[in-house]
């Protein structure tokens, strides 16, 4: 469907005012199978830090161990973002949580309720708002315009999805929480702007970062079973996130706390009171 035909309800996307939000560089194409592809494309070829693509329709979207994202055309955000960290790559894990501050923030700031769970999701009243797929991609090694290593932030936001057109039951939508009809121009300005002020704080003021992520968590504290690809699952307390961007579990009648990575938890739930430990 060309970007013109414009359905009741469901304006395009406003290019005017997303020339310059905080200096990010956005573009917005009709369709395309997937934001994240499209950016990684960009940061292989030498793109610098600071590009954002977004979509009217976008139609294979990627999720995290080879799981899909689906959303209808203009009913939901999908956005990918190019950056550069000057940041020891140890220290990556923590994007994807640095980017959930930031749409929290971007959501909180327009109305609706929010909070994060580990490791990648936003919820509002315990549905998935938003989920957020950061890949690492590296310059080819015989490449000459390739800049060292980029990530690229996915971020897809359900804005008016209605309740027949979730993609699966535990969704949600901000104007299933608010009821009221979604200016998605609005909304991606407001998280670029968020964005911004989150990535610098993870950069400059990491422990900043972490104390306001744990404020929006709604994960630590809650017992929780996080199921391992092996088909194990670590079952306790969700304590705490580490410098790393791990979450720190403790085992029932464990003295010490596991960290895990999102990388080796395929789900994460949270846990009736009858499971005990280790599995
Ligand atoms: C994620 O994966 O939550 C990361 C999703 C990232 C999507 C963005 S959109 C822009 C950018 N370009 C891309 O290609 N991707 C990124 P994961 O935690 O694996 O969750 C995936 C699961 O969420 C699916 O298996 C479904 O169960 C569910 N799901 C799919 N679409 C959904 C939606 N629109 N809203 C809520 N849940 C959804």
């Given at each position: ?48 830090e ?31 973002v190019?950056l550069r960290p000057d940041v020891p790559a140890e220290r990556w894990p923590w994007l994807p949580l640095m980017t959930g501050v930031a749409v929290?923030g ?26 957020i797929?950061v ?16 990530a690229?932030v ?40 968020h964005l911004s002020a989150s990535y610098a704080a993870w950069r400059e003021r990491p422990d900043e970062l972490a104390a306001t992520y ?27 996130i580490?410098r790393y961007g ?34």
């Amino acid at each position: 469907m060309p970007v013109s035909d414009t359905p009741a309800g469901r304006p395009a996307l406003d290019q005017g005012r997303l020339a310059d939000v905080a200096g990010w560089q956005v573009e917005v194409v009709p369709e395309t199978p997937s934001t994240n592809a499209l950016v990684s494309d960009c940061a292989r070829a030498g793109t610098a830090e600071g590009l954002v693509i977004t979509t009217e329709h976008q139609t294979a979207g990627r999720g995290r161990l080879d799981r899909g994202w689906t959303m209808p055309p203009r009913a939901a955000l999908a956005v990918s973002v190019l950056l550069r960290p000057d940041v020891p790559a140890e220290r990556w894990p923590w994007l994807p949580l640095m980017t959930g501050v930031a749409v929290v923030g971007a959501v909180r700031e327009l109305g609706y309720d929010a909070g994060l769970k580990w490791p990648n999701d936003v919820l509002a009243h315990g549905r998935k708002l938003c989920g957020i797929l950061v890949e690492r991609v590296e310059a080819p090694a015989d490449s000459s315009t390739g800049d060292g290593a980029a990530a690229v932030v996915g971020i897809g936001l359900n804005t008016s999805l209605t309740a027949e057109e979730l993609p699966v039951p535990t969704a949600t939508s901000l104007a299933l929480e608010g009821g009221a009809p979604v200016d998605r121009t609005e909304v991606l300005v407001t998280l670029l702007r968020h964005l911004s002020a989150s990535y610098a704080a993870w950069r400059e003021r990491p422990d900043e970062l972490a104390a306001t992520y744990v404020e929006l968590s709604v994960t630590l504290g809650q017992r929780v079973r996080a199921e391992l690809p092996g088909g194990g699952a670590l079952v306790g307390a969700a304590t705490g996130i580490d410098r790393y961007g791990r979450l720190e579990v403790l085992p029932d009648r464990a003295d010490d706390t596991v960290a895990v990575g999102a990388g080796d938890v395929v789900h994460l739930r949270p846990a009736p009171t009858t499971d005990t430990g280790m599995q």
